[in-house]
């Protein structure tokens, strides 16, 4: 007689308890055994070797590994839904697509405000909004100089601070003010007979008309034959021009 052993095939799938040793037997038991002992899961009728492997962290088809065979991608957090995960994230290798709160990517550096990530516009915030590590790169910068007297000149002493934004009043693009305390005095301003640098040129009371003025102490209009005389821009009174 032929005797065949079987196993119990308790999921009735056609593949028998992977565990269980069998019995040789002369006929057929029938329903609930099979040839074979090659169910990894013999409760489970979704589980056996001839079955599609699915990503569901289970050996589906009995050979030893789970989730074999289909594609796996890394996915990073992203808290603040903008399709950037967080930078800090090392990720997890998933075969199903883990929804909302995820990305394919980790180039966030800032995974907390939904309007910092790799393709945001750069804003004048001292904030790498974009991502490329460096804060208000690619924004247009302009050296701003304090104007104390706000007459659009700034303090020739000052360095300046360059700017991304207009930092507005009590600030000029030029520091050419000498006298930021005055706002009569600029280089727009006119130069007037007083001594003093009003157009901040280097030279005080250039452009006027200077008359030499000699003394005249006994007011006959003759100057004094032995005073050499002074260069004036202003008419000092008791004087003479000779």
Do not use: H
């Not at 409760?43 to 079955?51: D, F, K, L, S």
């Not at 924004?139 to 930092?167: E, H, K, Q, R, W």
């Not at 030279?203 to 007011?219: P, S």
């Amino acid at each position: 007689m032929i005797f065949i052993t079987y196993y119990p095939d308790l999921d009735n799938d056609s593949f028998g308890d992977l565990f269980d040793i069998g019995s040789s037997l002369c006929n057929n038991p029938g329903f609930g055994f099979s040839t074979n002992n090659t169910d990894c899961n013999d409760g489970n009728i979704a589980i056996n070797p001839a079955a599609f492997e699915s990503c569901n962290g289970i050996d589906d088809n009995c050979n030893g590994t789970a989730d074999d065979g289909l594609i796996f991608i890394t996915y990073y957090a992203d808290l603040d839904n903008d399709s950037f995960g967080d930078l800090s994230d090392i990720g997890n290798s998933l075969c199903n697509n883990p929804g909302a709160g995820f990305s394919t990517n980790n180039t966030d550096c800032n995974d907390g405000n939904i309007a910092i990530n790799p393709a945001a516009l750069e804003s004048c915030n001292g904030i790498d909004d974009n991502c490329n590590g460096t804060a208000d790169d690619g924004l247009v910068f302009i050296t701003y100089y304090a104007d104390l007297d706000n007459d659009s000149f700034g303090d020739f002493s000052d360095i300046g601070n360059s700017l991304c934004i207009n930092p507005g009043a009590g600030f000029s693009t030029n520091n050419t003010d000498c006298n930021d305390g005055n706002i009569a005095i600029n280089p727009a301003a006119l130069e007037s007979c007083n001594g003093i640098d009003d157009n901040c040129n280097g030279t005080a009371d250039d452009g006027l008309i200077f008359t030499t003025y000699y003394t005249d102490l006994d007011n006959d209009s003759y100057g004094d034959l032995s005073d050499i005389g002074n260069s004036l821009c202003n008419d000092p009174g008791l004087w003479l021009l000779n």
